[in-house]
């Protein structure tokens, strides 16, 4: 059983540590993009409400530990530093107090936690500014956990990492006797993505649609789907690894030689299991990616010729993945069908978004984040899914292992 933020009884007075995702794009302190901040609020509003003592930790950014010069890896760290963001929840939340701890170990954060008042927050450095988070070192671990009552998660797109902050601290406060519990923003996606790989009757059929560049980072998830799903449609650039190993000429499109086997085995073993994989009956093509200037750009039926790459579904292929979406009860979509990027390549993924709304009030359908995450906002379609994930990297890894992530397990 997973214990929810609502779970927690007597909150008031006690330090309730919470991993949120503050991962925000941002430079130099100026934040591009603060939904991830406004995405935890839920769960800081009900705990400040309840009266916790509230102490916020994410990681921010990359630090290259392996980086031999110090002082590279301190200019990484200023610019990672969590203070702008700390002060942008400040605004955020106010008149809530917002407290910023600018180191993340030793007397000064002590003090910081303990000194926190009720229905206060505190933001703490960087998580990674700690070579030791991302290994889940247990020093670490046991010196955030002194520092806390109560432990939520609600970094959804950090629970596919056991790193300390997300695995390492909770496990010590569960060992402890002490509650751990998921957050707002957790709990929706935990529960929107454990219905796409718990599949009731009534969401049949169901759906997956996968895309994007390589088959051989989706091999668990295709396999997994497989399982799981009535027919699977393929676009994107790993459609013509399967093509080719259909026999088809795919011109210069990318191909994973060494994954022609597995493509092939994949549409043999879906035939005999009675399921269906959809792939690209024509594609857009271009003679030049780059440079853009003169290349020429048409849709081709069938085998793609030499000097040619695929780099969109063609509008036959866009018809028939339409009429297949239309029949959905359940949609699981992760990956573009072309080059969504470049204006002339991005019908497909497009048709898919329309599709997708079409089933309005009809179907559940879900997005599982990263790149056509990126898409399904960039086009305007995000209100037309019951769920667009926040996480790239943890939605495929659920969907890989049947509902099942480093930092939900050690809530369980
Ligand atoms: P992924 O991260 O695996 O979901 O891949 C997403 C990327 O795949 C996007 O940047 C797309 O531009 C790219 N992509 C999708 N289709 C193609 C294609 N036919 N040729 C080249 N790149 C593609």
Request: charged fraction near 30%.
């Amino acid at each position: 059983m997973l214990k929810t933020i609502e779970d927690l009884k007597g909150l008031k007075g006690k330090r309730v540590l919470v991993r949120v995702d503050f991962n925000v794009p941002q430079k130099a302190g100026v934040i591009r993009d603060d939904n991830r901040i406004r995405a935890a609020l839920p769960t800081i509003n009900y705990l400040v409400k309840e009266g916790a003592r509230v102490i916020l930790m994410s990681h921010l950014g990359k630090i290259k530990w392996k980086e031999p010069d110090l002082a590279k890896i301190e200019e990484m760290k200023k610019a990672n530093d969590m203070a702008p963001v700390a002060a942008r929840l400040g605004e955020l939340v106010a008149p809530v107090k917002v407290g910023f701890c600018p180191e993340t170990r030793g007397e000064k954060l002590v003090a910081a936690a303990s000194e926190l008042k009720d229905g206060e927050i505190l933001v703490v450095q960087n998580t990674r500014y700690e070579k030791g988070e991302e290994k889940n070192d247990p020093e670490l671990a046991k010196a955030w956990a002194a520092l806390a009552d109560v432990y939520v998660l609600d970094a959804f797109g950090s629970a596919h990492r056991a790193h300390a902050s997300t695995v390492g601290v909770p496990s010590i406060l569960k060992a402890e006797g002490k509650p751990v519990a998921e957050g707002y923003l957790m709990i929706k996606e935990v529960d929107n993505l454990t219905r796409c790989v718990e599949v009731a009757k009534e969401d049949r059929p169901y759906i997956a649609i996968l895309g994007g560049f390589k088959v051989s980072d989706k091999i668990k998830v295709i396999d997994s789907l497989l399982k799981k799903c009535d027919k699977l449609i393929i676009g994107g650039a790993m459609a013509y690894t399967f093509k080719k190993a259909l026999g088809e000429e795919i011109g210069n499109s990318p191909v994973q030689d060494d994954q022609l086997e597995y493509a092939k085995k994949c549409v043999e073993d879906a035939k005999a299991a009675g399921k269906e994989i959809l792939l690209p009956c024509d594609s857009v093509v271009t003679d030049s990616f780059e440079p853009v200037e003169g290349r020429v750009i048409k849709v081709v039926e069938g085998n793609i010729p030499e000097g040619y790459q695929g780099v969109d579904i063609g509008p036959k292929t866009i018809e028939a993945y339409q009429k297949a979406i239309a029949s959905a009860r359940m949609i699981f979509w992760n990956g573009p069908m072309g080059v969504f990027e470049q204006d002339e390549f991005q019908a497909g993924t497009k048709a898919v978004c329309v599709a997708i709304k079409e089933l309005e009030g009809k179907a559940f359908t879900v997005c599982g984040g990263g790149d056509s995450a990126s898409a399904v906002k960039q086009f305007g379609f995000k209100e037309s899914f019951s769920h667009v994930s926040t996480g790239g990297g943890a939605s495929l890894e659920m969907i890989e292992n049947d509902g099942h992530l480093p930092g939900v397990d050690v809530l369980r």
